[in-house]
């Protein structure tokens, strides 16, 4: 199965764009939803302790913490026209921008690394990549978990993604079809990539993968116009972000399974504590001083989020999912917000 199939769920062009540019009158509502998905981290953290809504309640603002199961869920939220700011991995940011969605990426949530991975059950006879040829493996669809699955299979194991049963299933659906035997491999991040490593072993995984092609991270995105318009809420959100990431990289070391940290995220988002733990060590997460350098939002077209956008967009047009891939992805990176924050 290509990408093209795979992402056949992803919303189009047209209708997407005209989601993300939703009227005026909704940026001047109080309330504001914020869209996150199953993944850990200080962002989590912050939500789960109360930071950001004490933050952006003194700036006027409330908001409406939604979470849900995948990237094509956060799209599909988008394009209803209620949700201005969203955590999505890199290759849905790709794959919109391309598409003329006016959004702009200005956190780096974690460069994914070690955290998502390919992982073969017990039984199932994977023992190599090349062993994944007539298995069923199960990802969710427009992640950059289903990126680098694709990267994996046709550019460093040349493999034709045809020969593999690759299943559209989310973090949840995978752990249920993995308890049931239904599937012989998932490409996954935490919780469900802890809960299925119980009963398997990793065959490959995205810090592997992405110095064989690009390295894959997850962010925050918000529509242009919203961003203009609401300073005083990006300049609270971004504060506290600031400040989360901080805090991590002082004492994230200390986070145990017991402390209110890792229980806030177990609340947010589920699983259980030492598997949060667990995968709170795969991954790494920028500092602010780290957002705003060139090594992630800075740098402009040399800036390493733009240098990622720009390699996953010329991926997705090798797989035919857009027709061509834009000439500069400079504009849909903001560093501004981390650069006022880090001051």
């Given at each position: 199965?290509?990408l093209?199939?795979?992402?056949?769920g992803?919303?189009?062009a047209?209708?997407f764009?005209?989601?993300?540019?939703?009227?005026?009158?909704a940026?001047a509502q109080t309330?504001?939803?914020?869209?996150?998905q199953?993944?850990?981290?200080?962002?989590?953290?912050?939500?789960?302790?109360?930071?950001?809504?004490?933050?952006?309640k003194?700036?006027?603002y409330a908001v409406?913490w939604?979470?849900?199961s995948?990237?094509?869920?956060?799209?599909?939220?988008l394009?209803?026209g209620?949700v201005p700011?969203?955590?999505?991995?890199?290759?849905?940011?790709?794959?919109?921008?391309?598409?003329?969605?006016d959004?702009?990426?200005?956190?780096?949530?974690?460069?994914?690394?070690?955290s998502?991975?390919?992982?073969?059950?017990?039984?199932?006879g994977?023992?190599k990549?090349?062993d994944?040829?007539?298995?069923?493996?199960?990802v969710?669809?427009?992640?950059t978990?289903?990126?680098?699955?694709l990267?994996?299979?046709?550019?460093?194991?040349?493999?034709?993604p045809?020969?593999?049963?690759?299943l559209?299933?989310?973090?949840?659906?995978i752990?249920?079809?993995?308890?049931?035997g239904d599937?012989d491999?998932?490409?996954?991040?935490?919780?469900?990539?802890?809960?299925?490593?119980?009963n398997g072993?990793?065959?490959?995984?995205?810090?592997?993968?992405?110095?064989e092609?690009?390295p894959?991270?997850?962010?925050?995105?918000?529509?242009?116009?919203?961003l203009?318009?609401n300073?005083?809420?990006?300049?609270?959100?971004?504060?506290?972000l600031?400040?989360?990431?901080a805090?991590?990289?002082?004492?994230g070391?200390?986070?145990?399974?017991?402390?209110?940290?890792v229980?806030?995220?177990?609340?947010?988002?589920?699983?259980?504590?030492a598997?949060?733990?667990?995968?709170?060590?795969?991954?790494?997460?920028?500092?602010?001083?780290?957002?705003?350098s060139a090594q992630?939002?800075?740098g402009g077209?040399?800036?390493?989020a733009?240098?990622?956008?720009?390699?996953?967009?010329k991926?997705?047009?090798?797989?035919k999912?857009i027709?061509?891939a834009?000439p500069?992805?400079?504009?849909?990176v903001?560093?501004d917000?981390?650069?006022?924050a880090a001051?």
């Amino acid at each position: 199965m290509n990408l093209v199939k795979a992402l056949k769920g992803f919303t189009s062009a047209a209708t997407f764009a005209a989601s993300v540019l939703y009227a005026g009158a909704a940026f001047a509502q109080t309330t504001v939803v914020v869209g996150y998905q199953q993944i850990v981290g200080p962002f989590v953290s912050a939500i789960a302790d109360g930071r950001f809504d004490a933050a952006l309640k003194e700036a006027g603002y409330a908001v409406d913490w939604r979470q849900f199961s995948s990237a094509g869920d956060i799209s599909s939220a988008l394009a209803s026209g209620n949700v201005p700011i969203g955590v999505i991995g890199s290759t849905g940011t790709a794959a919109a921008a391309t598409r003329g969605v006016d959004l702009q990426l200005f956190w780096i949530l974690d460069n994914i690394g070690k955290s998502e991975a390919l992982v073969a059950r017990e039984g199932s006879g994977i023992e190599k990549p090349e062993d994944l040829v007539g298995k069923k493996v199960g990802v969710p669809f427009v992640s950059t978990s289903h990126f680098h699955l694709l990267v994996g299979l046709e550019k460093v194991w040349k493999i034709d993604p045809r020969k593999v049963d690759i299943l559209n299933m989310k973090p949840p659906q995978i752990v249920a079809a993995w308890q049931r035997g239904d599937i012989d491999a998932a490409y996954v991040w935490p919780p469900a990539l802890s809960e299925i490593l119980k009963n398997g072993k990793v065959i490959a995984d995205s810090e592997v993968i992405g110095k064989e092609s690009v390295p894959t991270f997850d962010g925050i995105v918000g529509d242009r116009k919203f961003l203009a318009d609401n300073p005083k809420f990006m300049e609270a959100f971004t504060k506290v972000l600031a400040d989360a990431y901080a805090d991590y990289k002082e004492k994230g070391a200390s986070w145990t399974a017991d402390s209110p940290e890792v229980q806030g995220i177990v609340k947010m988002i589920g699983g259980n504590p030492a598997d949060v733990v667990e995968a709170l060590g795969l991954l790494a997460f920028p500092t602010v001083e780290e957002q705003a350098s060139a090594q992630w939002l800075g740098g402009g077209a040399d800036g390493g989020a733009v240098r990622a956008l720009t390699e996953s967009a010329k991926f997705l047009v090798e797989q035919k999912q857009i027709d061509k891939a834009l000439p500069d992805y400079t504009g849909f990176v903001n560093a501004d917000f981390a650069t006022a924050a880090a001051k």
